[in-house]
């Protein structure tokens, strides 16, 4: 298992500029989930989703967008890229139907915006 | 709304001491807490998951313990090592799947 895997590992934008993070897990799980981590702040949650076709909203949701087709892939657009979202970015997936139900992270994707 | 605190922020500590790491949470309704190590410029690995109905749980070194009605998590390392110098993030799941973090631990093992 290639666990979750997360593309571009960097990436420099301009303010205005739109792209795609991509996420994609291979452990069939069903919740997926979008984090960016600052300095002093911990991670906070953009959004999630519980299965293919579901999504939600997190603690930091404006500026970002997302949607499920698939249980594998969970990208996260920006459609219009400012300074404040400067971020590394995280996918995390987790089986829910699993008492366990333990948590798994990608390696990061390290936004920059100009 | 839950909020997880990690105290302290840094620790420095000689190689070989034993050492313990603080999590609190504000709200004791969590369904497990789990303990992640966090490498510079990389992503978040699991080192434990305690479910709400455990105290506790081993693997190797590490013990983390689990005191719900206090709101408290207590990450143990024995016998430190430089390759243990990490920051250790704990993060509560307290309804559905989502996660709370605390902004973490930095934690030098002097050799």
């Known amino acids: 298992n290639a666990g979750v895997t997360q593309t571009p590992k960097f990436q420099v934008l301009k303010t205005g500029q739109s792209m795609t993070l991509q996420c994609a897990q291979d452990?069939?799980?069903?919740?997926m989930s979008w984090y960016r981590q600052d300095p002093g702040m911990g991670l906070r949650l953009i959004h999630y989703?519980?299965?293919?076709?579901?999504?939600d909203q997190g603690e930091v949701p404006n500026g970002y967008n997302v949607s499920r087709s698939t249980t594998e892939d969970f990208p996260l657009r920006l459609l219009s890229a400012a300074p404040s979202q400067t971020s590394v970015y995280f996918c995390?997936?987790?089986?829910?139907?699993?008492?366990?139900?333990?948590?798994?992270f990608g390696p990061g994707t390290r936004l920059t915006v100009l | 709304k839950q909020e997880v605190t990690q105290i302290p922020a840094a620790l420095s500590v000689p190689e070989g001491e034993n050492l313990v790491l603080n999590c609190s949470f504000t709200?004791?309704?969590?369904?497990?807490l789990q303990w992640f190590r966090q490498d510079p410029g990389k992503g978040l690995t699991s080192l434990l998951l305690?479910?709400?109905?455990?105290r506790e749980q081993t693997s190797g070194r590490l013990n983390a313990s689990l005191d719900k009605s206090s709101g408290r998590s207590t990450l143990y390392i024995a016998a430190s090592q430089p390759g243990d110098s990490a920051t250790y993030l704990c993060?509560?799941?307290?309804?559905?799947?989502?996660?709370?973090f605390g902004t973490g631990t930095r934690l030098a093992v002097r050799p």
């Open positions: 995390a997936s987790s089986n829910s139907r699993s008492s366990y139900n333990e948590q798994f």
């Open positions: 452990m069939n799980h069903e919740y």
């Open positions: 989703s519980v299965g293919a076709g579901i999504t």
């Open positions: 993060a509560v799941k307290s309804s559905g799947d989502k996660l709370t």
């Open positions: 305690i479910q709400s109905s455990q």
């Open positions: 709200d004791s309704a969590i369904y497990n």
